[in-house]
């Protein structure tokens, strides 16, 4: 990990010379949601691809550009398209982006993904806070010889998931008759969706929902420093004995519709900001 | 991924120290956090900071000085490693094990093993000592171990048992006469170096996990499978309540690992007295 530090100051840097204020948070957008884009005020839009060291996007529906602006005044810079592990990244790699954020002065991740549910009281097109999450990825973003400039080399993980911010999310869904849970996000490797016997094994460990994102991007967070609020938008029901086949289509119109609700969320938390 | 690997061959480095220290060991000890009396024990005959041997990774990592002690314990050639490489440093499972495979070259039979681990079981205290029964691999990492299970059998025999039960009766009876507690257990291994969530917690409850660590199973893996008997010991630091949120610190982990550090003594002792015995 001794490579970052120069990484993340040459990313920064870039980022600087087209955009000079200093966000309160970081948004990463998932499968679907990218319509939150609309509501910023963009000062600048960059492409991944023109940023060093950050990945271009391969995955459906991702688009690959980084916003740097203002959501409801409030400076923010968010990721229209994020990476995983599944498209062949390392997570180091992966996860660059939000030590970025930090470097760039944000102190708090907003993170959201598509998920499938598995908890049966879930409904498509639903949002779950995400109150704590297991890591069954294989791999860690914090593998290799710790930069004590970026973190500690064991962070703990007591509450990975800011308290404060999913009751203040909370509060703002039912001010807005929004159903919204709070539960437990399985990470997975991914890419092919899981068997019936996997969502049974993944059910009676302890998840409500299951995605193949969203950790490795919590655990740099966690490792930062920074304070993280967690969504994820339930685009799919992964109920073993009643299994259907995913359709990706299906899956992005969920997301679509759902992506208002987690609009409002979003404001509403950041709001609690100012 | 990695980054922080090199190719370590066991023949090279186990020559390099037999040319320093010319003797066959019967026992080899790896030693975990706070296992340090043990290695205060030993009559040292000569140390080896791990850079000085060839083909040892180079650790860069602050505060991983590890040594490798060769000296007698109980009037008995032994070697013992003071600290050890994880996976989490970013090292291969071949150089995790390095150590491992240079031993079974010095002709080491019998390997202790200790490790700090959290607990799951919540009849466990901090400061207790687990003899490692069996365990769970959560590493995901032994698709690397082929190619470099050579030296023996192609598969690791961990349908038996790769931990020693003749082994683990002799430290329940040690921990019997010398009146401190001892439990047998499961240990879960995984990659780290983050602690674990609450969710992860209960998860690892829920399958089985007694203790829960980030070490031990390539080292064991490795042990088992070049025929090496072992007993395995995980030292109670922290025992996880997932119900009622507390953080893990650094230096309450180092404290209940120097209340064991003496029961671990006794216990290895003990199983090198009984050795010799018969």
């Given amino acids: 990990m001794l490579d970052l530090f120069d990484k993340i100051q040459e990313s920064v840097a870039f980022i600087r010379s087209k955009w000079t204020e200093q966000p309160k948070a970081g948004i990463i957008l998932g499968t679907g949601l990218g319509p939150l884009v609309e509501k910023i005020d963009i000062d600048v839009a960059i492409e991944y691809s023109e940023i060093p060291h950050f990945l271009k996007s391969t995955a459906t529906s991702h688009r690959g550009r980084l916003v740097c602006g203002r959501l409801n005044g409030l400076p923010i810079v968010a990721m229209e398209g994020r990476h995983h592990l599944y498209e062949g990244y390392s997570l180091k790699d992966i996860t660059l982006p939000v030590r970025v954020f930090k470097a760039l002065g944000a102190d708090l991740l907003v993170v959201s993904n598509a998920c499938g549910g598995m908890n049966p009281y879930y409904e498509c097109g639903d949002i779950m806070l995400i109150e704590d999450h297991i890591n069954l990825l294989g791999d860690n973003p914090l593998i290799g010889i710790n930069d004590d400039r970026l973190g500690p080399r064991f962070p703990d993980m007591c509450e990975p998931y800011t308290r404060t911010l999913i009751d203040r999310a909370l509060t703002v869904a039912r001010k807005n008759d929004i159903v919204a849970h709070k539960g437990v996000f399985v990470a997975v490797a991914g890419p092919n969706l899981e068997t019936r016997a996997e969502y049974r094994f993944l059910r009676t460990i302890g998840a409500d929902v299951v995605g193949m994102s969203t950790v490795p991007e919590v655990i740099v967070a966690v490792h930062s420093g920074m304070r993280v609020v967690g969504f994820s938008v339930i685009t799919d029901m992964c109920l073993a004995d009643s299994l259907k086949p995913a359709v990706v289509e299906e899956i992005i119109a969920h997301a679509n519709k759902a992506e208002p609700k987690l609009t409002a969320l979003v404001m509403g938390v950041l709001d609690g900001e100012r | ?278």
């Fill in chain 2, 1 to 278: 991924m990695s980054g922080n690997d090199q190719i370590s061959s066991p023949k090279t480095a186990a020559e390099w120290i037999s040319a320093r220290w010319p003797h066959r060991p019967r026992f080899g000890v790896v030693l975990g956090t706070g296992a340090g009396e043990v290695a205060n024990a030993i009559q040292v005959e000569q140390e080896f900071a791990y850079q000085e041997i060839p083909t040892f990774p180079t650790s860069t990592a602050v505060g991983h000085a590890g040594k490798l002690i060769c000296g007698e314990l109980c009037g008995q050639k032994i070697i013992a490693m003071k600290g050890r490489f994880h996976l989490y440093e970013g090292y291969s499972v071949e150089t995790t094990t390095i150590g491992i495979r240079v031993m079974h070259q010095l002709g080491v039979k019998k390997l202790f093993i200790s490790n700090a681990a959290g607990g799951i079981n919540p009849n466990f205290e901090s400061g207790d000592i687990m003899i490692i029964d069996s365990h769970v691999d959560l590493m995901f990492r032994a698709d690397q171990s082929k190619g470099i299970w050579q030296l023996g059998r192609t598969f690791a025999n961990q349908t038996d048992s790769a931990y020693d039960q003749e082994m683990a009766h002799q430290a329940m009876a040690c921990a019997r006469k010398n009146d401190f507690a001892i439990f047998r257990g499961v240990y879960v291994s995984m990659l780290g170096p983050n602690y674990e969530t609450r969710s992860e917690y209960r998860f690892l409850k829920k399958i089985g996990g007694d203790t829960v660590g980030m070490s031990t199973v390539p080292e064991v893996a490795i042990a088992s499978q070049m025929g090496m008997r072992v007993l395995a010991l995980s030292v109670v630091t922290n025992v996880a309540k997932p119900d009622a949120l507390e953080a893990t610190s650094g230096d309450e982990v180092v404290a209940f690992a120097d209340v064991a550090a003496p029961k671990l003594r006794l216990i290895i002792e003990n199983a090198i007295r009984e050795d010799v015995r018969r």
